[in-house]
């Protein structure tokens, strides 16, 4: 059950709509179901004679008389508007259930609470099967606003109660940390334009993946017009700094003037003050050149956020500056990820977005790293090769910790974001990982020499070992101790280096795990061995996932 509320100062056009048809005739039988005073509250839905008019004047009577007060000034947004819908599924509640919601709801607000018989007047309308709109004017009779702060998040908690007690469906608490949900007008026009998604989530979505790749506030401007996007810059009169800004769409006008969005409307880590906190955190100086072996970078600074997470004596604050930074490094992993992955890559981040904040506030030096390995991919080769399983097995690992993490914490929405990312991702490293695997259980060494890497695993990780050798990975890790081996390579003294962090114990398929790290291992000796030769260099011999040559354009601008 959610209640969204919102303020305007127009009674009429708000009463005209709840008792109208609707934007596409969607409202049927429109009719009152609890009011404050259900005799003294004209139904324009029941009554014939009742007119929009009639019931405007009686929950404006309060406001009317403040006004005259005021020498003919009303006040400011005095129309408290509060819709509450069931989630999918549930049950179709009666009339009479939604009298009851309504008024604890507005109890809950502070709009009316219960025996205030000076309290504001107010009115819940159905017309339709699942939700209500509870309409209210803020003056109450003894002329007083009533007491409203934070009165969203206490409807919200109201209705986690009722949810309960009415047998629907459980939905997560909140922590104001949620980004605006697109109205049921921004909806609509998306509808009639043919779009899948609104502009207040396409505006999301691409300055979150803008300040993802951005060093500071100028690239992250650049890159947004780069996009098309309009930016408005608001400038503070004494400093001439900017205090503020907003986003419009290409061609997203009303009344012929663009349609603004402001940062902090759009996401809560997307106003000009957020920003600022994670860019203060990154070194002025630009790229000089391509960094080496980017993705390699990524899969380390993914395992040393993995180590913070789930650290149990950790700081708080450090770990929630490593969930923001793998937010913004799924953004760029995915601009950068071949092609036939970036799809998926770019739906994990996105799912990932309401993952990486929450009411503790993020140490972003301690993310640095994360964030830096993130964006060096843009700036670094995409040459076969570069994107090794490795990195998504890492990914995977760390989404996973940082659902744990939140679930510890009580952060049901985060949790349960950080859980659907982790699926994704998943689903990912699954089908990107099978065909390697199979290929390396095809070369799986002679069964004497299986024995004796067995007996070597038991020697070196004995906490380990049978979930190791119960993984249907085993075979294959064998086949790669088998290579290590053949590059003289102790088996022991490579599988001791991999099994280092705590991926090992918390993985579904620990021999997985031992086997990217081994490979991505022998893939840097490789190359260094390749560094220091006179010889030509080759394409990489690690295990990687087929790279796409065509990347999107990246944006080097002088680095």
């Known amino acids: 059950m959610v209640p969204d509320v919102s303020t305007g100062s127009d009674s009429r056009g708000l ?10 005739d969607e409202h049927t039988n429109p009719h009152i179901v609890a009011a404050w005073d259900m005799t003294g509250a004209p139904d324009p839905g029941r009554d014939p004679a009742a007119t929009y008019f009639q019931l405007a004047r009686r929950l404006d009577h309060h406001v009317d008389l403040r006004t005259r007060e005021l020498g003919g000034k009303k006040p400011p947004q005095h129309v408290w508007h509060c819709p509450v819908r069931t989630a999918p599924g549930d049950r179709y509640l009666t009339d009479t259930e939604w009298a009851e919601v309504a008024r604890r709801v507005v109890h809950a607000a502070g709009i009316a609470p219960d025996g205030d018989e000076r309290a504001c007047r107010w009115i819940a309308v159905r017309h339709a099967d699942d939700h209500i709109h509870i309409m209210a004017t803020t003056v109450r009779a003894d002329g007083r606003v009533p007491q409203t702060h934070r009165g969203g998040q ?6 986690r109660k009722i949810e309960k007690e009415m047998g629907l469906r459980q939905l997560k608490k909140g922590d104001a940390t949620a980004p605006k949900t697109p109205t049921g007008a921004e909806r609509a026009k998306a509808e009639r334009q043919g779009r899948a998604v609104t502009t207040r989530a396409w505006l999301r979505e691409q300055a979150h993946t803008a300040a993802a790749a951005s060093r500071n506030e100028e690239d992250y401007f650049s890159i947004l017009t ?3 996007i309009t930016v408005h810059t608001r400038i503070g009169p004494e400093t001439g700094d900017v205090i503020g800004y907003s986003l419009s769409a290409p061609g997203d006008t009303a009344a012929g003037e663009p349609v603004e969005f402001g940062g902090s409307k759009l996401s809560p880590d997307l106003s000009i003050h957020r920003l600022r906190e994670r860019f203060t955190t990154q070194p002025a100086a630009p790229l000089t050149a391509p960094p080496a072996h980017p993705w390699r970078q990524a899969e380390r600074s993914l395992r040393t956020a993995h180590a913070v997470l789930t650290d149990p004596n950790g700081d708080a604050h450090q770990a929630q500056g490593e969930i923001a930074a793998f937010g913004d490094f799924l953004h760029t992993a995915a ?19 309401r993952a990486n904040r929450s009411m503790i506030r993020a140490d972003h030096q301690v993310g640095h790293a994360l964030r830096k390995a993130g964006q060096e991919l843009l700036y670094g080769t995409n040459s076969a090769g570069d994107f090794v399983i490795a990195v998504l097995a890492a990914a995977v690992h ?12 009580d952060h049901q929405q985060q949790a349960a974001a950080a859980r659907q990312t982790h699926a994704r991702l998943c689903s990912t490293y699954e089908a990107q990982a099978a065909p390697v695997l199979s290929e390396l259980i095809r070369r799986a060494p002679p069964a ?6 067995e007996g070597i695993l038991r020697a070196t990780l004995p906490a380990q070992v049978d979930r190791i050798l119960a993984d249907p990975a085993w075979p ?3 086949a790669v101790l088998r290579r290590a081996e ?19 114990d918390t993985a579904e398929h620990p021999a997985q795990v031992l086997i990217w790290r081994l490979d991505n291992a022998s893939s840097r000796r490789l190359a260094a061995a390749r560094a220091s030769s006179t010889m030509g260099t080759g394409p990489s011999t690690s295990t990687v996932m087929p790279a796409d040559s065509k990347t999107p354009p990246s944006r080097r601008r002088g680095r």
């Open 15 to 24: 009463i005209a709509y709840l008792f109208g048809p609707g934007r596409r």
């Open 154 to 159: 206490r409807a919200q908690a109201e209705c």
């Open 226 to 228: 780069d996009l098309g």
């Open 335 to 353: 601009l950068h990820a071949p092609r036939p992955l970036r799809a998926e890559m770019q739906a994990a981040a996105s799912a990932f977005n």
């Open 398 to 409: 760390l989404a996973l910790a940082a659902a744990r993490w939140h679930e510890q914490r």
């Open 448 to 453: 004497d020499t299986v024995t004796r890497y």
């Open 476 to 478: 294959a890790l064998t």
């Open 486 to 504: 053949a590059g003289s390579h102790s088996p022991a003294s490579v599988l001791t280096a991999a099994a280092e962090g705590r991926e090992l």
